[in-house]
């Protein structure tokens, strides 16, 4: 099926499954098979919702430098597609914007919303509710955890949604759909890079448009790689070129992270329940930027998936799926 996003960008989303919702987010170079070695050994459990975030097809494309707000919506759309309440699991650049979309609903008070509509493949649609300012960060979620009493004293019917939030009302604590906005009700975070971020990245987003316009998509790979993942120079080799329409979401998000910042103190601020996840032989500096995160996040489970690394998905899908079903299970 596919879902649209608050600006009229449409995301394509496919669903299998029983039981609980679940939304996965894939990384830079992902999309819609992302998550395929995993979905069978979670799909007797949950229902899973995968995405190909936009700049990734079959998704729409980004017709301006894409932001973190912009996949917050995006998110936003696709847990309202869930029933309004999901699980929300992100691995690499898809944690980060589960850290973001946290913080956005902790920080801020929900939104006043207007219609937009999910669309079938088939093009039947039906009405989810979404905010009327495109890249706005905070459009209508509620954490299960609760928001702040600052935001549920805002008055009007925002207050109404924060407040049902806050005292476990159809927005608390259990899911169910919120006036006007969506519930995450935990958060599993795989190995964000977030310690690739800001204006220093800008000399690597040029160098990198630069190579993509020249139509080298191996040069391209290997930079964002070597430069933004921090990936090791003995693992650069077995890096391939990418489909141009993957290098081209790449770019996009590379956009995303160069208006971001390396502040960790930040996403103190989260309050969902948290699992940090990451394998035990990432390389640098993924082991001290998790160990950052959970100083920050005192109060996140943490699991180390032993003897993996940044691919652990694909390399060890039952360690991964365990983890993630012992962590979903306990929040039922």
């Not at 979309?101 to 008070?109: E, F, H, R, S, V």
């Amino acid at each position: 099926m596919f879902v649209t996003s608050e600006d009229g960008t449409r995301l394509a989303v496919n669903r299998t499954g029983e039981g609980p919702p679940v939304v996965l987010i894939h990384g830079s170079a992902g999309g819609l098979d992302s998550f395929d070695p995993i979905l069978p050994l979670l799909r007797d459990r949950f229902e899973l919702l995968t995405y190909a975030r936009r700049g990734y097809a079959p998704s729409d494309g980004c017709t301006r430098a894409k932001t973190f707000a912009d996949d917050v919506a995006d998110l936003r759309a696709v847990v309202a597609a869930a029933g309004g309440a999901a699980h929300v699991v992100g691995t690499s650049y898809g944690a980060t914007v589960a850290l973001h979309a946290a913080l956005a609903l902790a920080g801020q008070p929900p939104a006043a919303t207007e219609e937009g509509t999910a669309t079938s493949a088939s093009g039947s649609g039906r009405t989810v509710s979404r905010p009327p300012a495109a890249g706005k960060i905070d459009s209508g979620m509620t954490v299960s955890g609760g928001t702040s009493s600052a935001a549920a004293s805002r008055g009007g019917a925002n207050s109404a949604v924060a407040a049902s939030s806050a005292t476990g009302g159809d927005g608390g604590v259990g899911g169910g759909k919120v006036a006007g906005g969506v519930v995450i009700r935990s958060l599993v975070v795989f190995e964000p890079p977030i310690f690739s971020a800001g204006a220093g990245l800008a000399d690597a987003l040029g160098r990198y448009r630069g190579l993509l316009e020249a139509g080298d998509l191996l040069g391209a790979a290997r930079l964002l790689a070597a430069e933004v993942a921090r990936v090791p120079a003995a693992i650069l080799p077995a890096i391939a070129a990418p489909p141009e329409s993957e290098a081209v979401g790449c770019l996009h998000d590379l956009e995303a992270m160069t208006a971001d910042t390396t502040d960790v103190e930040r996403w103190s601020a989260i309050t969902v329940p948290t699992l940090l996840l990451q394998g035990s032989d990432t390389w640098p500096p993924m082991p001290d930027t998790m160990e950052a995160l959970a100083a920050a996040l005192p109060s996140a489970a943490r699991t180390v998936l032993p003897g993996q690394s940044h691919f652990a998905s694909h390399t060890a899908p039952g360690l991964f799926a365990g983890a993630l079903t012992d962590f979903l299970r306990k929040q039922a």
